[in-house]
């Protein structure tokens, strides 16, 4: 379990959650509402300050690079570092039949990063978060490029790790996504994160 108190940094006001193993929560809000700043804070990537821990155990008796292995966070746009898609995978043998069933072809891992479309490089950095075994996913728009086809496969993979225990914190613009997906929903506003009543949560 995910637990999170009192958590702030400038553009977030005080935040306090908890998400429990197998669990999808979805975050909604307008452009600039505090929603890349939460996720950041979570994975402290920025500084921040609050009481967060997994598993209770604190998040400051934790070295930074366990816990953000712990702890993924996914951005809209990915990071790339080398040329070649492979360079990206521990073992990008394994990473194929991932990468496989979200849509991308068989010698997808031979391409090069600059040959990737939006939704190909977002896939990618999806099945490079699955390959690290996280606890806790936070996924930033994870299918805003992509079309129908491809975001069912996406939604189904993610269901299935959510069957095997992956708590997933998802950030999206689609309410019909955050219904399929999540069990509780929240809108972020101005850094104040707040609940969605539960009887206005089918889009």
Same mark, same amino acid.
């Given at each position: &379990?995910?637990?999170i108190r009192n958590l702030t940094r400038p553009g977030l006001a005080p935040v306090?959650?908890?998400?429990?193993?197998?669990?999808?929560?979805?975050? /909604?809000?307008? *452009?600039?509402?505090? +929603?890349s700043i939460l996720m950041r804070a979570i994975a402290d990537l920025d500084p921040?300050?609050?009481?967060? *821990?997994?598993?209770?155990? *604190?998040?400051?008796?934790? !070295?930074? !690079?366990?816990? #953000? *292995?712990?702890?993924?966070?996914?951005?809209?746009? =990915?990071?790339?570092? /080398?040329? #070649?898609? =492979?360079?990206?995978?521990? $073992?990008? $043998?394994?990473?194929?039949?991932?990468?496989?069933?979200?849509?991308?072809? %068989? $010698?997808? &891992?031979?391409?090069?990063?600059? #040959?990737?479309?939006?939704?190909?490089?977002?896939?990618?950095?999806?099945?490079?978060?699955?390959?690290? %075994?996280? +606890?806790?996913?936070?996924?930033?728009?994870?299918? /805003?490029?992509?079309?129908?086809?491809?975001? =069912? +496969?996406?939604?189904?993979?993610?269901?299935?790790?959510?069957?095997?225990?992956?708590?997933?914190?998802?950030?999206?613009? $689609? %309410? =019909?996504? @955050?219904?399929?997906?999540?069990?509780?929903?929240?809108?972020i506003d101005k850094g104040v994160l707040s609940p969605v009543d539960p009887l @206005?949560?089918?889009?």
């Open positions: &379990m995910l637990e306090d959650l908890s998400l429990e193993d197998g669990e999808c929560i979805a975050v /909604s809000g307008p *452009s600039g509402a505090g +929603k921040n300050t609050g009481e967060v *821990s997994l598993d209770g155990q *604190s998040r400051d008796a934790v !070295p930074a !690079p366990v816990w #953000r *292995s712990d702890v993924i966070y996914v951005p809209a746009e =990915a990071g790339w570092w /080398s040329d #070649r898609v =492979a360079a990206h995978f521990q $073992d990008p $043998d394994l990473a194929l039949p991932l990468a496989v069933r979200l849509g991308l072809p %068989a $010698d997808a &891992m031979g391409w090069e990063i600059s #040959r990737l479309s939006t939704g190909e490089r977002q896939r990618l950095a999806l099945v490079r978060a699955f390959q690290a %075994a996280p +606890k806790v996913l936070l996924l930033d728009e994870p299918t /805003s490029g992509l079309d129908p086809e491809a975001i =069912a +496969k996406v939604e189904s993979m993610l269901h299935e790790r959510i069957g095997q225990g992956l708590g997933l914190v998802v950030v999206t613009h $689609d %309410a =019909a996504q @955050a219904a399929r997906l999540a069990t509780r929903r929240f809108a @206005a949560q089918t889009p």
